[in-house]
């Protein structure tokens, strides 16, 4: 219990402290007038509240991520705790705030171009086509998951809700950011950070089991290694590259940059606790982490969801779990694709943005992004889905990487960005050789290659700190 409440009082208070000084490397100009105003359309460049921009934010970037996430990261035991509690503030909070605030400095830019401004057009051809398939992907699995649990709780065949789902799915990408999404938004994450707290309170009050205290053991009842593994199971939460392709809806609507810090750096902090609580739930509910992989074996995430809401809150927990199970992934899905929108029209048009100025061009737009999510989203296409874990922690680390040179650029703190990139990319270069939709190598050959890989990736990035320190210096002389 009190390794718990100590991981919350650092998650609260890396945003009390860490943000500001995040902030303050970046430099913000509350003067400067934000892209909200210098270029409004009324469909994705519109000035909204703060607080609602918030709020929007933690659903894009949140739905069931740091639910389901965190009860598959629970088996590994409180080890769990230390990654979402480190993941989030240095890593996941850094890579949203600055995602969304270069993006605000450049014109609400979207993620690829922010990549080929900084890492080079051809890392920005491969982060194009990684982001649109990232993007189809999670919409694709958040129509079919609600569509199926529509299904099962009303006479409504499978076929109808997939097309009810896709059809507001339509709507919400192609309608100005502040007639579906503005309005809808602040109620669904009242309901997700009310949930939250609900089971947390039911934890500490109701629970007969007390949740445990931090361990590094490898408490993991098929032995999985932590290394690189839980970084990939538990990414809403701790780090996901999903969130930097959802934060530009949310800079192309902020009034103020002074605004980024509680938007970007404050909605992750938010999702971390969420991941916390449901975490903790996983651990706690089922008697320990052979108890909830027997449950994950039987009802998989949703139902031990289920379990947990019905079991801790009666009738109130059910309803808050059928909620939270169909709204928060539409909630994930609906932004998706509008992001997939605003990919691909920069993608294919210089002057994108003033060609989506009314709903009829950006249906347009839309079309080819969403053809193939409807069709992935009627097959059974699992096999493709175990790719996303390792392709969203691509999108985060080379969103790391970007930020990284930009800081480089300015003679900024760059280490704020560079250790958490590193860390990253040692992730994800192990769990490609290592994983069964990788080269499925053996465990230490896999690190072996990951760490050599890593070194080169470093070798780089103190290349990069060289070059961009001598320039400052010819600067100066000159």
């Known amino acids: 219990m009190?390794?718990?409440?100590?991981?919350?009082?650092?998650?609260?208070?890396?945003?009390?402290?860490?943000?500001?000084?995040?902030?303050?490397?970046?430099?913000?100009?509350?003067?400067?007038?934000?892209?909200?105003?210098?270029?409004?359309?009324?469909?994705?460049?519109?000035?909204?509240?703060?607080?609602?921009?918030?709020?929007?934010?933690?659903?894009?970037?949140?739905?069931?991520?740091?639910?389901?996430?965190?009860?598959?990261?629970?088996?590994?035991?409180?080890?769990?705790?230390?990654?979402?509690?480190?993941?989030?503030?240095?890593?996941?909070?850094?890579?949203?705030?600055?995602?969304?605030m270069l993006s605000l400095r450049h014109g609400g830019a979207q993620y690829p171009s922010l990549v080929g401004r900084y890492l080079g057009t051809t890392m920005k051809r491969m982060i194009n086509l990684i982001s649109l398939v990232l993007m189809i992907l999670v919409a694709a699995a958040f129509t079919a998951g609600p569509a199926q649990l529509i299904t099962s709780v009303t006479p409504l065949p499978f076929m109808g809700a997939l097309i009810i789902i896709f059809a507001y799915f339509i709507l919400a990408t192609v309608l100005p950011v502040n007639k579906i999404i503005g309005k809808i938004y602040p109620l669904f994450g009242a309901i997700l950070i009310f949930m939250a707290v609900a089971i947390a309170f039911a934890l500490i009050f109701v629970s007969k089991e007390s949740i445990p205290n931090l361990t590094f053991a490898n408490l993991h009842p098929q032995e999985l290694p932590i290394w690189p593994l839980l970084m990939v199971t538990i990414s809403c939460g701790a780090i996901s590259g999903f969130h930097c392709t959802q934060s530009p809806i949310v800079a192309r609507t902020l009034k103020n940059e002074k605004d980024g810090r509680k938007v970007f750096f404050g909605a992750m902090i938010g999702e971390g606790i969420i991941a916390l609580i449901w975490a903790a739930a996983g651990m706690t509910f089922f008697g320990g982490t052979d108890g909830l992989q027997t449950a994950l074996a039987a009802g998989g995430p949703s139902g031990v969801v289920n379990e947990i809401s019905t079991s801790l809150l009666g009738t109130l927990g059910g309803i808050l779990a059928i909620l939270g199970v169909i709204i928060l992934p539409i909630t994930t899905g609906d932004t998706a694709l509008r992001s997939s929108r605003m990919i691909f029209a920069e993608l294919v048009s210089k002057k994108s943005e003033s060609n989506q100025a009314d709903w009829k061009a950006a249906l347009m737009y839309t079309i080819p992004v969403a053809i193939p999510t409807f069709y992935l989203s009627t097959i059974d296409y699992s096999f493709l889905w175990r790719y996303v874990g390792w392709t969203n922690q691509v999108v985060a680390t080379v969103m790391l990487w970007t930020a990284t040179v930009y800081l480089l650029q300015h003679a900024k703190n760059h280490w704020i960005c560079g250790i958490p990139a590193l860390f990253m990319t040692g992730v994800i270069f192990t769990y490609i050789f290592y994983a069964p939709e990788g080269f499925h190598l053996n465990y230490g050959l896999s690190v072996g290659i990951g760490t050599a890989l890593t070194l080169i990736v470093g070798g780089w990035y103190t290349k990069q700190i060289r070059t961009y320190a001598q320039q400052k210096i010819k600067t100066q002389v000159a």
């Open 2 to 100: 009190v390794t718990f409440f100590a991981a919350i009082a650092l998650l609260i208070g890396g945003y009390t402290v860490y943000s500001k000084v995040v902030e303050r490397i970046f430099v913000i100009d509350p003067n400067k007038q934000t892209p909200a105003y210098e270029k409004f359309d009324s469909l994705d460049y519109v000035p909204m509240k703060w607080w609602k921009g918030s709020l929007i934010q933690l659903l894009n970037i949140a739905g069931l991520g740091p639910i389901f996430g965190a009860v598959m990261g629970a088996l590994y035991g409180p080890v769990a705790f230390i990654w979402i509690v480190v993941g989030c503030i240095f890593a996941g909070a850094v890579h949203d705030y600055f995602s969304g």
